[in-house]
């Protein structure tokens, strides 16, 4: 619960400490006075948007920190031990506004996120606005009410996973089925460019071994020739051979040496210069003797090699990657094949969660009909107490079969009254007046009080519109709200504020120059004369303050 409140330099409050107690504090004051301020300082603790006009004129700051006590609220604990933020059985939350509009939050002294906040917030109080009522008249608003009210989180939630799934499917599907023409038209041309290579069927490194048998071939009769006349130097001609001319000199030399040995590395080489001519000798005779000047093996290299070198020009890529480049044009086709195979797979999964998104649907339609007899029933009743005595209330819940997917399924959800006898059921905002949407959002509202795990509840004004007998049924139910959890609550209603366990009042003070707001908690003869003002007017007489006098005894009782 709320526990403590302090602002410092917001709007028109200089400086306000206000403590909280359990039931239920009506806030009251003159018109303009600010009571709705302390309800803007708490949006600012749940993390709501701050500007540099919240910032009071001439400060360089605003301040504002709320105080919690948490004992109770398991889920906030929970928030604030997974976020390293827990400080025993108390929350505080602070939030910082420079003149400049930046803006801090902290939690138990330690820097958090308006995100955190928000999170934060969400398991401590709620605030409903003077202006909330209006959201009523919207059906996607119904819509969330009605599910508020009824215990089927894991359905919606059923319905959400569905739904992302058959989106995600449904994109992919898209894709592939945009891209299909553009598939088949790559799939016709690899066809045919994969079914030329395939019948050139080039072996892997078999360019290389084309190229070099299509030189050797193309220069047979030079290399024939060549080597033939290098042979007969080398070792066969009778006149002159390159071996007898190193052989003779070997042994003019060999007998020269034993007069100077100076001589013998020369002839140490000459010696294996000997043996190396007639090694290459006998292997240029080999050479030659093996060498085949074959015309219909040079055609046919001829023929092949041409050919790898057109593909090659044709596919823009070197010959010697020809065969990569036709594994990977396969690699590709294959890829291509896979995903028409995917599409009709696809197709079939699409089918299956649009299935199951149904049944999900269907199932969390059914339970919201469930739901909708037992709230409405309950508004019904409130609303007949509120001086709606002869009104009819319904919750319609439409299964719309043929509309398309939504996360929180295919429910028209559609809030229907009809306030005097004889008189149709219709849409809210074609039958309802100001006062009683007010009476018909109040109701709501207490309703679903059942359903929060908060600790505390702020009604900012949201009683008007209503006035005398009804304003006291109104007070009769926020008091028994605030039996069962803390409500405060800001009004202008005498018969509100006198069911209060607890009453503050708002005054507004200036002294010509600037202008202050203060915040203080009434003794009890203080709240006869602050209900005698709200019955009578700033003018007090001893009629209306016997009235008032009256009012809190009947209220308290």
Not at 206 to 226: M, N, P, R, V
Request: a negative charge; glycine letters at 6%.
């Amino acid at each position: 619960m709320l526990t403590q409140l302090s602002i410092r330099n917001f709007a028109v409050v200089k400086s306000l400490d206000v403590d909280f107690s359990n039931g239920m504090t009506a806030i009251t004051g003159e018109t303009g006075a600010g009571k709705s301020i302390s309800v803007d300082a708490l949006g600012l603790c749940l993390g709501e948007r701050a500007d540099v006009g919240m910032v009071r004129t001439g400060a360089d700051k605003a301040e504002v920190s709320a105080g919690f006590d948490i004992k109770q609220l398991s889920a906030a604990q929970h928030w604030l031990k997974q976020h390293e933020l827990a400080d025993e059985h108390d929350c505080l939350i602070r939030r910082v506004i420079s003149a400049e509009g930046r803006s801090k939050a902290f939690v138990n002294g330690i820097p958090v996120s308006l995100l955190q906040l928000k999170e934060l917030g969400s398991h401590l109080l709620s605030i409903h606005g003077q202006h909330a009522h209006q959201q009523i008249l919207k059906h996607d608003h119904q819509r969330n009410l009605l599910d508020g009210m009824a215990t089927h989180k894991v359905l919606l939630t059923a319905v959400s996973s569905a739904y992302q799934t058959l989106r995600e499917q449904q994109k992919h599907y898209q894709l592939l089925l945009e891209g299909q023409q553009q598939r088949a038209d790559r799939c016709q041309l690899l066809a045919y460019q994969i079914q030329e290579l395939d019948d050139f069927a080039l072996a892997e490194n078999e360019f290389g071994e084309l190229e070099i048998d299509h030189k050797k071939l193309s220069h047979s009769q030079t290399l024939l020739e060549q080597t033939q006349i290098s042979f007969h130097q080398l070792y066969e001609a009778d006149e002159f051979n390159a071996l007898s001319a190193v052989q003779n000199s070997l042994e003019r030399l060999t007998e020269l040496q034993e007069h100077d040995s100076s001589l013998t590395p020369i002839v140490n080489m000459l010696n294996e210069a000997s043996i190396q001519i007639e090694e290459a000798a006998k292997e240029l005779r080999a050479y030659t003797d093996h060498l085949e000047i074959d015309p219909m093996r040079m055609q046919a290299v001829e023929a092949r090699f041409s050919q790898a070198l057109d593909l090659a020009r044709k596919h823009h890529v070197p010959p010697e990657e020809l065969h990569a480049f036709h594994r990977q044009l396969s690699a590709e086709y294959q890829e291509l094949v896979k995903d028409d195979d995917l599409l009709d797979e696809l197709q079939q999964k699409l089918t299956a969660s649009e299935q199951a998104y149904l049944l999900a649907a269907k199932k969390l339609s059914d339970s919201r009909q469930h739901a909708a007899i037992g709230f409405a029933q309950q508004v019904q009743q409130h609303i007949r107490k509120m001086n709606m005595r002869d009104a009819e209330f319904v919750i319609e819940v439409n299964h719309l079969k043929d509309s398309p997917p939504n996360r929180l399924g295919m429910d028209n959800v559609r809030f229907k009254v009809s306030t005097n006898k004889g008189q149709a059921l219709d849409d809210l905002d074609k039958v309802v007046s100001g006062g009683e949407l007010s009476r018909i959002g109040l109701a709501i509202q207490v309703i679903g009080s059942g359903n929060t795990q908060v600790a505390t509840m702020i009604f900012d004004e949201v009683d008007s519109g209503i006035s005398g007998a009804t304003a006291s049924i109104v007070g009769q139910l926020l008091r028994k709200l605030g039996e069962q959890t803390q409500v405060i609550c800001v009004t202008h209603l005498p018969q509100v504020a006198a069911r209060a366990h607890n009453q503050m009042f708002v005054t507004k003070f200036s002294d010509g120059v600037t202008t202050e707001t203060h915040m203080i908690c009434l003794a009890e003869n203080e709240r006869i004369e602050e209900l005698a003002r709200l019955l009578a007017g700033d003018t007090l007489t001893e009629s209306a303050i016997a009235n008032a006098k009256e009012l809190l005894q009947i209220s308290n009782s």
